[in-house]
């Protein structure tokens, strides 16, 4: 059978996004790693393929910071292919022929899932940053309770990159008897000290930028653009190596012949960051972007396991496939063989595969043949013990 719901509802700042939106949390509130609870609050999700009869296949793509839950369809802001249309799809390694695919938008977000963009009822304003501060274990809480009201007990695998990757992990950790297998991709088990600094110069960009309004620039009739689109480029840096930057641009100057002995952009790689930043500010919020990265900081599956990462996964009959890639320095494949060195204590089914690439952080979106010719391997393997059909 094929699971539907209501079309998403009409916010007040935009128009109707498509997909679906449910309210969740009326009858058992989402306590919060801070203290807070959210009630009745929006989750937006997309859904891609069909639920089979037993409710075995439904897999769960956790996205990553910049992401949503517009996997494989064109954005609806942007208009831009799905950010994984080359992994989800009929006939593809997610293939919706096969399996009923899931994703929704983070608690934190800003694509119509509860963040401070969203109304906070007891105002009807903006909430800003009056929205309690979330984690990684509260956009899986939210994730569960969706998962509850579609009415799956538990997913044949959840899956996803970089903050989806973390997702992953703290479902592992936290719900293994709801997930039959796991695949966190250049991901780690912890927020490194370098890491959290790119994200600080990130959110004192943001901060600095007068139109930021001390996060109430939405009821204030601003935004804090220029602020934005820095915090996007320091990040998009880290997203790649600096073999893909060279490929791409190495010194090559953008329409001159010369130089300008001048502060415009020069070289092709500063207009190409300065693309990326002025197109992400017309998707994406300033606030979201503060929440979300600190969610990322405060993430730590060793400290909450009393020093021991291998306790986070104690007793589970999950399994696993943990992937990094060469050039990522961002997430470096040393932080997943510590997750895969966890998993092994105790005695974890477990395959770890580093993928050779150029492209950095990001390789997990591009087009990386063995990274999917690999996953695929796994997924099928995976299905066949969870009695899963043969793939067509």
């Not at 009807?124 to 939210?142: C, L």
């Not at 990040?235 to 190495?250: D, Q, V, W």
């Not at 919020?285 to 400290?303: E, V």
């Amino acid at each position: 059978m094929t699971v539907t719901q209501s079309r998403a509802t009409e916010r007040k700042d935009a128009r109707p996004l498509p997909g679906h939106r449910v309210r969740l949390g009326a009858d058992r509130p989402l306590r919060l790693d801070c203290g807070a609870e959210l009630h009745d609050f929006p989750v937006a999700y997309q859904t891609y393929g069909s639920l089979n009869r037993d409710k075995s296949n439904a897999v769960l793509v956790c996205h990553a910071l910049t992401g949503d839950q517009f996997v494989a369809e064109p954005h609806p802001v942007t208009g831009k292919s799905g950010w994984w249309d080359l992994m989800v799809g009929p006939g593809k390694t997610l293939d919706t022929e096969r399996y009923f695919i899931i994703c929704a938008n983070i608690v934190g977000g800003c694509m119509g899932t509860a963040g401070p963009k969203e109304i906070d009822p007891a105002t009807n304003k903006r909430w800003g940053v009056d929205f309690p501060v979330i984690t990684i274990g509260d956009m899986v809480g939210a994730q569960t309770l969706l998962l509850d009201h579609l009415g799956i007990e538990q997913l044949f695998v959840v899956i996803g990159g970089s903050l989806g990757g973390m997702q992953v992990l703290q479902w592992a950790a936290a719900f293994p008897e709801r997930v039959f297998a796991a695949v966190p991709i250049a991901a780690a088990a912890h927020h490194s000290a370098q890491n959290i600094a790119f994200h600080e110069v990130g959110r004192q960009a943001i901060m600095a930028d007068p139109d930021w309004c001390g996060g109430d620039y939405e009821n204030n009739g601003k935004h804090p653009h220029r602020g934005l689109a820095v915090a996007r480029m320091a990040a998009h840096i880290t997203y790649l190596s600096e073999p893909a930057l060279h490929r791409k641009f190495g010194r090559r100057l953008q329409d001159r012949k010369a130089v300008t002995y001048g502060f415009d952009a020069d070289f092709q790689v500063e207009s190409y960051l300065r693309h990326q930043g002025i197109t992400f500010v017309d998707r994406f919020d300033a606030n979201s972007y503060l929440y979300i990265t600190r969610a990322m900081d405060y993430f730590d599956l060793t400290g909450e396991h009393g020093g021991v990462l291998a306790n986070a996964f104690r007793g589970t009959k999950t399994r696993f496939c943990v992937f990094s890639f060469t050039s990522d320095w961002l997430f470096p494949t040393e932080e997943s063989r510590k997750i895969v060195h966890a998993l092994n204590a105790v005695a974890a089914n477990v395959s770890f595969v580093e993928i050779e690439s150029e492209d950095g952080h990001d390789s997990f979106l591009l087009e990386a043949p063995e990274f999917h010719r690999v996953l695929n391997g796994f997924l099928n393997g995976a299905a066949e013990h969870r009695g899963l059909p043969r793939a067509g």
